[in-house]
């Protein structure tokens, strides 16, 4: 817990700094950008909830997205309820899915989970495109009813639902389920020969990602006002993801939301350089991933320190009833 102390001080003030930034700029652009930021962070902290924690990784992480976010669409069209109502829906619908998915694919392991999940969502994209009738096919579901008709209430929104879904994320991977999750990722035998059900704790772990991938592409279509296949359920997505909460690091929820922020806020910058930007943004990955594999987030993280980080000496009783110093690296001997 000492470790985290300084991080968490960080997080704080950078959500202090996203409440306040319309009193510190009245760009709408800008404001828009980290409107989607925060709902990718939410995306990439749900994503490593279950791949971050149990090392199950999902490459169909779009599908759960899609699902909460064409559930919407849905909403709107057949029953006039709030909007806000509509996100827990969208999120419990990406739930069901995940829970349909999860039990057959997490026998997979390696490879095959990742190719597995990969396929359930281009199945998904291709059942979209197929009952185009309903769907809206290519062109989409449009006439979704924002959450709010203000951009500034759009925003404070925005970051209420990440602050919120993170929080909510970041508790469960630091109860004793996280560390469930964690002992599954080191060693799934071993935790087996403990007593743990690891088919259960996983497929829980699969259906609470899902649930948080649904529940902020609720947001996202809301946001948009559109839900279509390109928008939510294009492979793009997942792998976008997945990059994310790489580069910001795995395992750690406040990590993978980091990394949300850093490249969704970076490939905004690096547009003005033309096709060039795609050049900046995979030489930054291949370095992150060569040189900071746990994440830069993580990297910066624990080289934060704590109080009561620093050793601690203490006074013993020496040779001969003297008092000594016990520091580090010294075994009370002599003076």
Not at 65 to 70: K, P, Q, S, T
Not at 71 to 86: D, E, R, T, Y
Not at 197 to 224: D, P, R
Not at 227 to 256: E, K, Q, R
Request: some cysteine; glycine content about 14%.
């Amino acid at each position: 817990m000492v470790k985290l102390f300084k991080p968490l001080n960080v997080v704080v003030v950078l959500l202090v700094l996203l409440l306040a930034m319309p009193l510190l700029t009245k760009n709408s652009y800008l404001l828009g950008v980290l409107i989607l930021a925060n709902i990718y962070a939410v995306y990439a902290a749900g994503w490593d909830l279950l791949s971050g924690y149990t090392g199950r990784e999902n490459f169909g992480y779009a599908l759960f997205i899609g699902a909460g976010a064409y559930a919407v669409g849905f909403i709107s069209k057949v029953f006039p309820v709030q909007a806000w109502l509509s996100l827990p829906v969208g999120g419990l619908t990406a739930a069901a899915f995940g829970l349909l998915i999860g039990i057959p694919c997490l026998r997979l392991k390696g490879p095959y989970l990742a190719l597995a999940t990969l396929a359930a969502a281009a199945i998904a994209e291709r059942v979209v495109m197929i009952f185009s009738g309903v769907t809206g096919g290519e062109e989409g579901m449009i006439g979704i009813a924002p959450l709010s008709f203000e951009p500034l209430n759009s925003y404070y929104y925005s970051v209420i639902f990440m602050a919120v879904s993170i929080g909510i994320l970041y508790l469960i991977g630091h109860l004793p389920e996280g560390l469930l999750l964690k002992s599954i990722k080191q060693d799934e035998t071993a935790a087996e020969a403990a007593g743990i059900n690891t088919t259960f704790h996983k497929v829980l772990a699969f259906v609470v990602s899902a649930f948080f991938g649904g529940a902020a592409g609720a947001f996202n279509a809301h946001y948009m006002g559109y839900v279509g296949p390109d928008a939510v359920l294009n492979s793009t997505i997942s792998l976008t993801v997945i990059i994310m909460a790489v580069v910001g690091g795995t395992g750690s929820i406040l990590g993978a939301a980091g990394g949300a922020y850093l490249l969704t806020l970076l490939g905004e910058f690096l547009k003005r350089f033309g096709d060039f930007h795609l050049l900046f943004y995979t030489a930054l990955l291949v370095l992150v991933v060569l040189f900071m594999p746990k994440g830069m987030i993580n990297s910066l993280a624990l080289k934060l320190p704590g109080p009561g980080s620093e050793p601690v000496s203490r006074p013993v009783s020496g040779p001969g009833g003297h008092s000594g110093q016990v520091g580090p690296g010294r075994a009370g001997g002599r003076q």
